[in-house]
């Protein structure tokens, strides 16, 4: 994400590389940079100019420290003010003193806003050991209806719906049924539009009044930019939500809105989607964002995320493995399967820090390593354990098992080779930082994951 504004960021401090000091002229060209790069991003030229305002007043204020060269320093100067920008501190949703809390969904059509349903109910099910319930008040579409339920189903959470086109009292019964069941938590998907009109508005309206809802988040898409900002400002005027959330992060290379969104509206970003899967949802950190935007990864976020699905004694065993160099194609296998639970690839690199960057170009997906996962799949287990018995034999039955060619298993079986030499030399780096930096290098190099 934001893969365009963090190289031109990253372009605008090369000025400030080898000077010794922070003077006018190297901090003018250097903000000068900063503004144009976020213009191109589509920030809100408003808030461009403050920022930009703010850092230089900021950076002719700094003592340069003796241990720090300017270069470092203006780089935590803008990190700082990015933060303050992004919202400065995480802001969780409110949870009402008496349940059930209600959480009110508003957005325009297509941002999003059922697949967010869905996804939300997910978090508070596993993060917060909660109970949901998910109210089908987009009563205009079937398909939305049908779509919630669908993914409600893969969760096992239920969803409230009538057969009638009157969305208040879905969410009225919504809320009632949720006490008698004794669930905490409704979380009401309302209908949507292709732009902001009376009626849409009226309707979110009724409804909030109606359930009174504890939190009401507005869904936003991030990859329309300005636009997407321009649609909060109106919605925040007529329902004054309390927060947003960014969807489809995952594709916005630019990041016009997240920067924008927080300024202009004055309301926090709670949440943040980056894909279609319901595990691709993430609390809002401004601190960890302002880091992956400047390339400075997001380690604190990639380490909780390998908590949860890294089993400590399987790790100590995989180290172990690792250090005695008996890590073969099976434990591989079996790693990069846990390393796919932790969600989308593309977004666990860039928070390793400088990945984002020197992988900006390359295509990473799971699907990438789809053939490699056949391969494997494809040899016995004694294949597996000792890769050094396949004979041109072997081979051909492994490639004719998989549908790649033998050239593909002789570049895999060399990459494999040369990736446990790294894990072993990243032995400092701790299981997840090898692991990663050894999919990398696989992902990279073979013909089929180009």
């Known amino acids: ?3 365009d504004l963090s190289s031109k960021l990253d372009k605008a401090f090369q000025s400030l590389k080898g000077e010794s000091k922070i003077t006018d002229v190297n901090i003018a060209e250097t903000v000068r940079e900063i503004r144009r ?3 191109d991003a589509d920030v809100n030229y408003e808030v461009a100019k403050q920022f930009t305002n703010d850092i230089k007043d900021r950076a002719m204020g700094e003592d340069v420290l003796t241990a720090v ?5 203006f780089t935590k100067v803008v990190h700082d003010e990015l933060t303050g920008i992004l919202g400065q501190e995480r802001v969780d949703i409110a949870v ?3 349940p059930p809390t209600v959480i009110l969904i508003a957005g325009l059509q297509g941002s999003g806003k059922t697949t967010f349903s869905a996804k939300l109910a997910r978090y508070l099910k596993q993060e917060n050991n909660r109970s949901p319930i998910l109210a089908a008040a987009d009563v205009y579409r079937p398909a ?3 779509q919630l339920k669908t993914l409600a189903d893969s969760i096992d959470v239920p969803v409230y719906s009538i057969g009638q086109k009157d969305a208040v009292r879905v969410a009225k019964e919504a809320v009632s049924m949720a006490k008698s069941l004794a669930l905490d938590t409704v979380i009401i998907d309302t209908a949507g539009r292709m732009h902001v009109d009376e009626k849409m508005m009226n309707e979110v309206a009724e409804i909030k009044e109606a359930v009174q ?4 988040l507005f869904i936003v898409d991030s990859m329309t930019g300005q636009d ?9 005027e007529t329902i004054n939500y309390d927060g947003v959330v960014l969807t489809k992060l995952d594709g916005d290379t630019r990041g016009g809105a997240a920067l924008s969104i927080k300024t202009v509206v004055q309301k926090p970003i709670k949440f943040v989607s980056t894909g279609e899967k319901l595990d691709a949802l993430s609390p809002f950190y401004p601190d960890r964002m302002s880091q992956r935007i400047l390339g400075m990864g997001d380690v604190v976020s990639l380490v909780e995320k390998a908590q949860k699905e890294f089993d400590e004694k399987e790790a100590q065993e995989l ?12 434990d591989f296998y079996e790693q990069l399967q846990q390393v796919k639970k932790m969600g989308d690839l593309s977004d666990l690199v860039g928070m390793i820090p400088g990945a984002g960057q020197a992988l900006q170009d390359a295509d990473i997906d799971d699907d990438s390593f789809k053939p490699i996962e056949a391969i494997i799949c494809s040899m016995t287990p004694e294949e597996k354990h000792n890769p050094d018995i396949l004979n041109a034999t072997r081979k051909r039955r492994i490639a004719k098992g998989s549908g790649t060619r033998v050239s593909d298993i002789n570049d895999l079986l060399k990459q494999f080779k040369q990736m446990k030499k790294m894990m072993k030399s990243f032995s400092g780096m701790g299981k997840m930082g090898q692991m990663m930096q050894g999919m990398k290098g696989m992902k990279n190099k073979l013909p089929f994951g180009r």
């Open 319 to 330: 180290q172990k493995k690792i250090k005695s160099d008996s890590f073969d194609l099976e």
């Open 1 to 3: 994400m934001f893969q």
């Open 213 to 216: 809802p504890d939190e009401t």
């Open 96 to 98: 009402a003193d008496t």
């Open 144 to 146: 939305a209806i049908n």
């Open 69 to 73: 060269n300017p270069g470092q320093q």
């Open 228 to 236: 997407a900002v321009n649609t909060a400002r109106e919605f925040n």
């Open 37 to 39: 790069a976020l213009l």
